[in-house]
């Protein structure tokens, strides 16, 4: 098993990390997605506005 992170090899004292650093960007992503989490907003998958209509020539 990798670190889920960068992939290294895992750190059983650090499982399922590599090492502390990522432990913690795993926390602070955790973190920083669920305070991210868009209750107003709802992301409306495969609803993307329509490319900009380039054609000039009419
Ligand atoms: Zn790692």
Not at 11 to 20: A, E, I, L, N, Q
Not at 24 to 36: F, P, Q
Request: glycine fraction near 4%; hydrophobic fraction near 30%.
């Amino acid at each position: 098993m990798a670190c889920p992170i960068c992939h290294a090899d895992m750190d059983p004292k650090y499982r399922p990390f590599c090492s502390k650093r990522c432990a913690d960007v795993d926390l602070a992503r955790w973190l920083s997605g669920s305070y991210a989490v868009p209750s107003e907003e709802p992301l409306e998958e495969g609803d993307f506005p329509a490319p900009p209509d380039t054609d000039q020539t009419h």
